[in-house]
C-alpha cells in the first residue's frame, strides 16, 4: 500500500509537471504573436507617414510650377522680361536647450530664445536650464532666412521662424541610495570552510531610470582551515633562570599552544619533546657560607601549628631570622622579603620589604598559636601580599610546614590555593617531617618538581638547614666574607 501511494503520488507530480509545461508554452506563444502584431502595425505606421509625405512635396512642387506659368504668362503679355519667382527660403530648425519655464517667459520678453545667448548676454539666473520635472519646460527651436530673397511680391512669405515646445516633461531619475554594511554574520561552519555573511539596507529605492542599486549582501569564505588539524605553537620561550645557585639546580624552555587542535588532530604533550627542553645547570658545590644577592620577591611562609611543638617552633623561627641575615635585601638591586605564620588563622607578619630591621622586629615578636594548619589559607594569603612587589623582579613563595592541612583547610583546599598562586609565583615548599612526605607536596609546587622541595626531617633541624635553605630558594649567592668586603670597600668609596 506505500509503494502504491508513492507511485501515485509520483503520477500527480508528473502530471502537474506537464500541465505547467504546457501552460508556459502557451503564454511564451501569446507574447511573440503580440511582438508580431506591434512590429507591423509600426511598419504599416511608417510606410502611411512616407507615403503622406510624398503627396505633400508634391503638392508643394506642383504649386510653385503652376505660379511659375501664371507670371510667365503674365510677362508676355505685359511684354517685360521673364521672371523667376523665389520663395522666401529658411535653414532646418535648430533646436535650443530645455529652459526652466518662468526662466524663458522672461527672456522671451527679451527677445531671446537661446539659453547660451542669455549667458552671453550676461544674464543671470539660478536654474536657467530643465533637465526633468513634472510640466517640462521650455524649448524654442529656431530657423533663419537663406539666400535667395524671396521674389516682391510674387514670392512666398516666410514661414514662421520660432518655434515653442514642452521639453523634459518627465520624472526626474531617483538613484538608488544605500546604507552603511553591518557587521559581519558568525561563520557558519568551524572548519572546513564556511561563509560569513554582511548585508546593507536600501534608503531610497531608484525610480525613473535612476542607477540601480548595487549588492545589498555580500559574502566570505571563512574557518578554511580542515576540521582534524593539529595545534599551532608558539616559538620557544628563552631559557628560565636556574634554579639554584649551587649543587645542581635546572633551566628550562617550552613552547605553548598558539591555537588548539581541533577535530582528530593532535598536540604535542606539554612536556614531551616538541614542546620541552631543560639542562642542569650551577653545577658546581655551593659555599659553607653564602649570602643570596639575586633579585625577587621573596614571601615564606612558617608554619605555627600545634604539632610543631614549642622546641619546633622556636627552631624555625630562629632560622627564618638567621636566613634573614643572609639575604641582600634592596628594592633597587636586590630582595623585598615578606613573612607570615599559619594555624587555624593566617597572620601577616610583615609584607614585602628591604626593611631588615623591621623585618626581624616582626619575625621576633610573634607567638606560638599550637592550633590547626590552614595551609589553603596561608596560599592564598601570599598570593594578596605579591601586590606589594616589583614588576621587574621574579615572585617566590616558600611555606614551611610539618603537617597535613587540617581545618579550616583541606588536601583539596590547599591544592586549589596553590594552583591559583602558581600562576603569579613560583611555589616551593620544606617538608619538616616524615609525615609529609615529597610526594605529599609535590602537587603544590611549581615546575620542575624536583627543584622546588626541600625535605628536613624534624623541625628542631632548621637552624642547622639555613645554609641550604638559602641556595635552596636563592638563584644567586656569594661568599658571605666576599660579599662583607664588596659592602665595606663600596661605603668607604661613599
Not at 500541465?19 to 509600426?42: M, P, T, V, W, Y
Not at 569564505?221 to 636556574?242: E, F, G, I, K, Y
Not at 609565583?425 to 622546588?452: F, G, I, L
Request: charged share 25%.
Amino acid at each position: 500500500s506505500t509503494m502504491n501511494a508513492k507511485k501515485n503520488d509520483g503520477a500527480r507530480i508528473e502530471a502537474q509537471g506537464s500541465a505547467d509545461k504546457s501552460n508556459s508554452q502557451g503564454s511564451i506563444a501569446a507574447i511573440e504573436k503580440e511582438g508580431r502584431d506591434l512590429l507591423r502595425q509600426a511598419w504599416k505606421q511608417s510606410n502611411d507617414c512616407d507615403s503622406e509625405l510624398k503627396t505633400l512635396r508634391n503638392t508643394v512642387c506642383g504649386s510653385k510650377k503652376l505660379k511659375q506659368e501664371v507670371i510667365t504668362i503674365e510677362s508676355k503679355q505685359r511684354g517685360g522680361p521673364r521672371l523667376e519667382i523665389n520663395d522666401c527660403s529658411v535653414s532646418t530648425w535648430q533646436p535650443g536647450e530645455c529652459m526652466n519655464t518662468q526662466v524663458a517667459q522672461i527672456l522671451e520678453k527679451q527677445g531671446i530664445y537661446d539659453a547660451s545667448k542669455a549667458q552671453q548676454a550676461g544674464a543671470q539666473y539660478k536654474n536657467l536650464l530643465h533637465d526633468c520635472g513634472p510640466g517640462g519646460g521650455v524649448q524654442w527651436f529656431l530657423r533663419s532666412k537663406v539666400s535667395p530673397d524671396q521674389t516682391k511680391d510674387y514670392g512666398a512669405d516666410c514661414p514662421p521662424l520660432r518655434l515653442k515646445t514642452v521639453c523634459n516633461d518627465f520624472e526626474c531619475p531617483v538613484d538608488c541610495k544605500l546604507g552603511d554594511w553591518e557587521g559581519w554574520s558568525a561563520c557558519s561552519k568551524t572548519c572546513d570552510g564556511g561563509l560569513k555573511r554582511r548585508v546593507r539596507a536600501i534608503q531610497v529605492y531608484p525610480q525613473w531610470d535612476g542607477d540601480e542599486c548595487d549588492a545589498t549582501k555580500d559574502e566570505e569564505t571563512c574557518n578554511a582551515l580542515a576540521c582534524d588539524r593539529p595545534c599551532l605553537l608558539h616559538d620557544w620561550t628563552t631559557w628560565r633562570q636556574c634554579t639554584r645557585a649551587c649543587e645542581g639546580g635546572m633551566k628550562w624552555r617550552s613552547r605553548t599552544i598558539k591555537r588548539a587542535a581541533t577535530g582528530d588532530g593532535r598536540c604535542p604533550r606539554t612536556f614531551s619533546k616538541a614542546r620541552y627542553e631543560r639542562q642542569t645547570c650551577n653545577t658546581g658545590a655551593c659555599p659553607m657560607d653564602v649570602m643570596c644577592v639575586a633579585k625577587m620577591d621573596l614571601i615564606v611562609a612558617i608554619d605555627a601549628s600545634g604539632s610543631m611543638g614549642t622546641s619546633g617552633w622556636k627552631a624555625q623561627r630562629t632560622a627564618l631570622l638567621n636566613l634573614v641575615n643572609r639575604m641582600h635585601l634592596s628594592r633597587t638591586s636586590g630582595i623585598l622579603l615578606g613573612a607570615l605564620k599559619f594555624a587555624h588563622k593566617i597572620t601577616i607578619l610583615q609584607q614585602l620589604t628591604d626593611d631588615k630591621k623591621k623585618l626581624i622586629a616582626a619575625i621576633t615578636a610573634t607567638k606560638f598559636d599550637a592550633w590547626t594548619t590552614n595551609i589553603g589559607g596561608a596560599f592564598r594569603s601570599m598570593k594578596g601580599m605579591l601586590q606589594f612587589g616589583r614588576r621587574d623582579a621574579p615572585s617566590v613563595c616558600m611555606l614551611w610546614t610539618d603537617g597535613r592541612p587540617s581545618q579550616p583547610s583541606s588536601k583539596y583546599d590547599a591544592a586549589m590555593g596553590a594552583k591559583d598562586l602558581r600562576s603569579s609565583c613560583r611555589v616551593m615548599v620544606v617538608t619538616m617531617r616524615p609525615a609529609v612526605p615529597k610526594s605529599y607536596v609535590e602537587p603544590w609546587v611549581s615546575h620542575p618538581k624536583s627543584q622546588n622541595v626541600m625535605v628536613v626531617q624534624d623541625p628542631r633541624d632548621m637552624t642547622s638547614k639555613v645554609m641550604q635553605v638559602n641556595t635552596f630558594v636563592c638563584g644567586k649567592v656569594q661568599k658571605f666574607l666576599d660579599w662583607t668586603k664588596t659592602q665595606t670597600t663600596t661605603k668607604a668609596a661613599r
